[in-house]
């Protein structure tokens, strides 16, 4: 028993060093998620279909046009996530907003923008991005930038959302880096999106139905974070640590009864 004792002793020890080190531990990536994603959340729906006014005031620069961002379409179209993320610069950012069914934020750079094309379109069986209006500018001083103004219809399926279809008012920044045009920034102001199936809301968004954990599903809140990567080892510490007391009990409950026996023998 005294054996035991001990052992419940260390265990105890052992569970309360760990609870402690995960919440510090949570704390510090709570803290670094900042550092991926500026902004989380639906943002509002937008009913306006133009597309903004252009800040580049010159003719669209050689070689540029909408093929440039046809095959970028044409790569999310067939779910080719890392095609469709190399047509991005290293630094590059995204902004959605409007109607985005949870997506909507800030994501910078490169790879924080493919975490996000890969929870958008990675789920869907089939997507179709097609352009309903083009134009493109250029700088009268910088023949290495350019700007592309659209507007986008999208349809599709997936398991999570059923049919869905909408519409993008978008804004591309590009830039001509070794002959190859890439975008700078997106601008995308989801309109319309329209879905079959309603995934609901939780005070926990991160917690979707499919997929890895991802920068966009993070949540502004530590507490929410720290749940969300350590809540199954913080459970299982908190298990551990009423079962390594059981020896305790046991030992005191036994010392009481002891005692009490003693107690009561005739002298």
């Known amino acids: 028993m005294a054996r035991s004792f001990t052992l419940g002793i260390v265990i105890v020890v052992i569970a309360v060093v760990g609870m402690a080190a995960i919440f510090v531990a949570g704390g510090a990536a709570s803290t670094g998620i900042s550092n991926i994603v500026t902004s989380t959340g639906p943002g509002t729906t937008s009913t306006s279909t133009a597309p ?9 620069p050689a070689g540029f046009g909408q093929s440039v961002l046809q095959t970028h379409l044409q790569k999310l179209n067939n779910r080719d996530v890392p095609g469709a993320t190399a047509d991005y610069t290293a630094n590059a950012v995204m902004i959605w907003t409007g109607n985005t ?24 069986t089939s997507l179709s991005y097609t352009m309903s209006s083009f134009n493109a500018s250029g700088s009268t001083s910088n023949a290495n930038v350019a700007e592309a103004k659209t507007i986008l219809n999208f349809a599709g399926f997936s398991h999570i959302l059923g049919n869905f279809n909408g519409t993008i008012v978008a804004t591309y920044e ?19 999106f329209n879905i079959q199936f309603s995934q609901g809301a939780t005070t926990f968004p991160q917690w979707q139905t499919t997929g890895p954990p ?51 023998r005739p002298q």
């Open 52 to 60: 903004p006014v252009s800040s580049l005031t010159g003719p669209a």
């Open 101 to 124: 069914q949870g997506l909507g934020g800030t994501y910078t750079p490169q790879g924080a923008i493919r975490l996000t094309l890969q929870t958008a379109i990675g789920a869907a």
């Open 214 to 264: 991802l920068p966009q599903r993070y949540s502004e809140s530590p507490f929410k974070n720290w749940v969300y990567f350590y809540g199954g080892a913080a459970a299982a510490i908190v298990v551990a640590g009423y079962l390594s007391t059981l020896p305790l009990v046991f030992y005191v409950k036994k010392r009481r009864t002891s005692n009490r026996a003693s107690k009561n």
């Open 174 to 192: 590009y830039v001509n880096q070794g002959g190859q045009w890439l975008i700078q920034q997106e601008n995308s102001n989801y309109t319309v």
